[in-house]
């Protein structure tokens, strides 16, 4: 996806993406033409500079290098590129908005949960962050990043993808629990009727008793967030990307906040 993507090139817009692509669909086909037909010779120039940085950049898994090139709204190109050392994240926090309680990392293989009280701390965040290459959120740009960063006073570099404006962008909405079940994706009996509003209520019963079971069931909800944001990832991405591609270079489509570029 990335490497057939022009959008993050100065003045282009998803319209002239769609004409770029009527002539060159890589950007080495790109690279390779002297003209393209719409863009003046002074301004290929400046862009096939910027295409060349992007991939030497892309060869060297320079991940940080597209967390700053490419616009946020589009960052979900760089998902079939950096799949393979994606981090999926779900927060959990207490009523008083801001107190997290629990933070859930998953890459597919393998899924962490750090704990308020005793194994979240920001060290700990910032080391299981330390393999990966692209975060992917539901609502994290509004809830669980901004959260993160205000709690520990921490940055995060690398490209995000919110999956929450790449499903609305693919014209499905809802929440996260909604659009499991219209993707057909299934919960664990255990988890299948808890709520988010619930989260709250299990780590204060548990705060409150003891009962390791609401803790448990709390730190299975929130794996399973983790857990299930790859595979809405990997079902809606690619279609979003056959949607785009496939568009008529005559419909300019939504943006990710629902505006027009």
């Known amino acids: 996806m990335i490497k057939e993507s022009f959008i993050f090139l100065p003045k282009i817009s998803e319209r002239k993406e769609r004409k770029i692509w009527q002539h060159a669909s890589t950007w080495n086909e790109f690279l390779d033409k002297k003209e393209i037909p719409g863009i003046a010779q002074k301004l290929k120039h400046g862009y096939d500079k910027i295409l060349v940085a992007a991939r030497e950049a ?31 994240l779900d927060i959990e926090t207490a009523s008083n908005y801001g107190n997290v309680t629990v933070v859930g990392l998953s890459d597919g293989r393998e899924t962490k949960t750090l704990i308020a009280g005793s194994t979240l701390t920001k060290e700990n965040l910032q080391e299981a962050l330390k393999p990966y290459k692209l975060l992917v959120t539901f609502n994290g740009k509004s809830f669980d990043i901004p959260i993160l960063q205000k709690y520990f006073n921490t940055q995060f570099n690398m490209p995000h993808i919110d999956l929450k404006h790449v499903c609305f962008s693919a014209g499905i909405t809802g929440g996260l629990k909604l659009i499991e079940k219209q993707l057909g994706i299934q919960r664990a009996e255990q988890v299948k009727d808890v709520q988010g509003s619930d989260a709250d209520l299990l780590w204060r019963k548990w705060r409150a008793t003891g009962n390791q079971d609401f803790l448990d069931l709390l730190v299975q909800y929130n ?10 990832a990997e079902r809606v991405i690619p279609q979003l990307w056959k949607d785009v591609r496939g568009a008529s270079p005559d419909i300019i489509l939504p943006s990710s906040d629902g505006g027009r570029r």
């Open 58 to 88: 892309l060869i060297a898994d320079d991940a940080s290098y597209f967390a700053r090139l490419v616009h946020s709204a589009d960052q979900w190109r760089l998902y079939a590129h950096f799949k393979d050392d994606a981090v999926f």
């Open 223 to 232: 794996a399973e967030d983790c857990i299930n944001l790859k595979t809405v």
